[in-house]
């Protein structure tokens, strides 16, 4: 009699690469589990959310019962990073797989892209959505895009059957709320946002219970101005910050409910993180890196480490605290591999599988993250070592600075002097990767008069 394998079962053998198989025109072996139900994903992303926002991550007063008992029940990963310290470049990484040097998505003038961009996300790049929909997958994206507000830029152009939100940051004016191509409210109200956005991404899982779905929720928040709905002013001890971030928990809570009554939570990965660190520059109104130097705009530890849990009951073992180097470019391999999709071999890809780390089964490859500002490599982190090339004062460090960033995660003691071993290795990282970049023409530098 064949033997019928659970979903974990199934997903270790895929990890395990007994089931491997490479397609034509497959970068890497694409592995897949024959048979079973394709996982439904859905990739929760905080905008500006410091790595010690949550209580599971060191808050002492913010409080977020479900994404700790998501932590409870998952996994939580300390060593995460978003690709880029602001919105718009570390949102195209995450959705492509690749670094914004690669993708136009970044420029050495332009952070992000304002209400006058003439420019967004190329039509020739493959997102997440994209690459799902070969396989029947529903997408949807609720929430901040920030990848270019004119039609051919939307979410509906890039894989997404439905798009809810606001196609840039909520402090930029106007800020309209549109549905699909469309603007439906302008400005946005945005006291209520949060709520909306949670009913529109609950509806959705409703809608698509019974075929894979693939839910992308880019949140507004806690990105300033800030807004909560009445149920959740004043019920933070951290002022509005934190009654900020308790409704994302409550919304993260919504998700994973109705998953349970649906019963797909054994069917699903949930991913929650940020696109960048805390704001600095707003004061009270911004966040907390925790132990964590710097906040967003910068390439310290706290511009791009993020608080990161996933969550998929039955598959990842309960409770584990993975101290692996990993990255939101790993995302978009990870999701094609669980669906079973080829990995495209026509551009260079910055991701590596997260399948073997979720099913316990083995590591992640990663043991580099570089990080730019801009079209910059401003620095490089290889294994525990990081090395600053330039500072976020845009100083050029000659030496660079160097930091053992497992003893020393706040970057205070520079150990260049006692390690020109480590420098040289790590500066052979950088001809290396920098040997693989081709100039792309940037989209962010399409503005209207």
């Known amino acids: 009699m064949k033997k019928t394998l659970s979903r974990r079962e199934l997903l270790r053998t895929m990890a395990h690469g007994a089931a491997a198989f490479t397609l034509p025109g497959c970068l890497h072996p694409c592995r897949t589990a024959a048979g079973g139900d394709l996982?439904?994903?859905?990739?929760?992303?905080?905008?500006?959310?410091?790595?010690?926002?949550?209580?599971?991550?060191?808050?002492?007063?913010?409080?977020?019962?479900?994404?700790?008992?998501?932590?409870?029940?998952?996994?939580?990963?300390?060593?995460?990073?978003?690709?880029?310290?602001?919105?718009?470049?570390?949102?195209?990484?995450?959705?492509?797989?690749?670094?914004?040097?690669?993708?136009?998505?970044?420029?050495?003038?332009?952070?992000?892209?304002?209400?006058?961009?003439?420019?967004?996300?190329?039509?020739?790049?493959?997102?997440?959505?994209?690459?799902?929909?070969?396989?029947?997958?529903?997408?949807?994206?609720?929430?901040?895009?920030?990848?270019?507000?004119?039609?051919?830029?939307?979410?509906?152009?890039?894989?997404?059957?439905?798009?809810?939100?606001?196609?840039?940051?909520?402090?930029?004016?106007?800020?309209?709320?549109?549905?699909?191509?469309?603007?439906?409210?302008?400005?946005?109200?945005?006291?209520?946002?949060?709520?909306?956005?949670?009913?529109?991404?609950?509806?959705?899982?409703?809608?698509?219970?019974?075929?894979?779905?693939?839910?992308?929720?880019?949140?507004?928040?806690?990105?300033?101005?800030?807004?909560?709905s009445e149920k959740f002013k004043d019920t933070s001890r951290r002022g509005i910050y934190g009654d900020v971030v308790q409704e994302l928990d409550w919304s993260v809570g919504q998700i994973t409910a109705t998953l349970r009554r649906l019963r797909l939570e054994h069917n699903t990965l949930v991913v929650f993180t940020s696109d960048n660190g805390p704001w600095h520059h707003r004061g009270i109104n911004g966040g907390s890196a925790g132990l964590l130097r710097g906040a967003k705009t910068t390439t310290w530890e706290g511009g791009m480490r993020e608080p990161t849990i996933a969550w998929w009951p039955g598959t990842i073992t309960p409770g584990t605290v993975n101290t692996e180097l990993t990255s939101t470019l790993d995302l978009f391999p990870t999701c094609l591999q669980l669906a079973g999709v080829t990995l495209p071999n026509d551009r260079i890809l910055d991701g590596y599988t997260l399948v073997p780390l979720l099913t316990g089964t083995g590591k992640c490859r990663r043991d580099i993250i570089f990080y730019y500002w801009g079209t910059m490599l401003y620095a490089v982190r290889k294994g525990p070592w990081k090395m600053h090339l330039v500072t976020s004062d845009h100083k050029q460090q000659n030496p660079p600075l160097l930091y053992q960033i497992e003893h020393d995660p706040s970057e205070k003691y520079n150990l260049a002097s006692k390690h020109p071993d480590i420098i040289a290795e790590i500066k052979k990282e950088i001809s290396r990767h920098q040997s693989s970049i081709t100039p792309v023409p940037s989209q962010m530098d399409k503005f209207s008069k």
Not at 153 to 161: A, E, Q, W
Not at 204 to 227: A, G, M, R
Request: aromatic share 12%.
């Open 39 to 228: 996982p439904n994903i859905v990739i929760i992303f905080a905008d500006d959310l410091g790595y010690g926002d949550l209580g599971c991550f060191g808050h002492p007063t913010i409080g977020t019962p479900h994404l700790d008992q998501m932590a409870v029940e998952g996994m939580k990963l300390t060593q995460f990073y978003s690709a880029s310290s602001v919105c718009t470049p570390s949102r195209a990484a995450l959705l492509t797989g690749r670094l914004p040097v690669r993708n136009g998505m970044c420029h050495s003038k332009h952070r992000v892209l304002f209400p006058n961009a003439l420019g967004g996300l190329p039509a020739d790049e493959i997102t997440i959505a994209r690459a799902l929909k070969t396989k029947g997958y529903a997408t949807t994206c609720i929430g901040k895009w920030h990848l270019g507000h004119l039609p051919p830029y939307l979410p509906t152009s890039h894989g997404f059957d439905s798009y809810f939100g606001i196609p840039y940051s909520n402090d930029m004016r106007p800020c309209p709320l549109m549905e699909n191509e469309k603007i439906i409210e302008k400005p946005a109200r945005q006291d209520n946002l949060t709520r909306r956005y949670t009913e529109r991404a609950v509806r959705f899982i409703e809608q698509n219970k019974d075929h894979p779905f693939f839910l992308y929720f880019p949140h507004t928040f806690p990105h300033v101005p800030l807004f909560a």
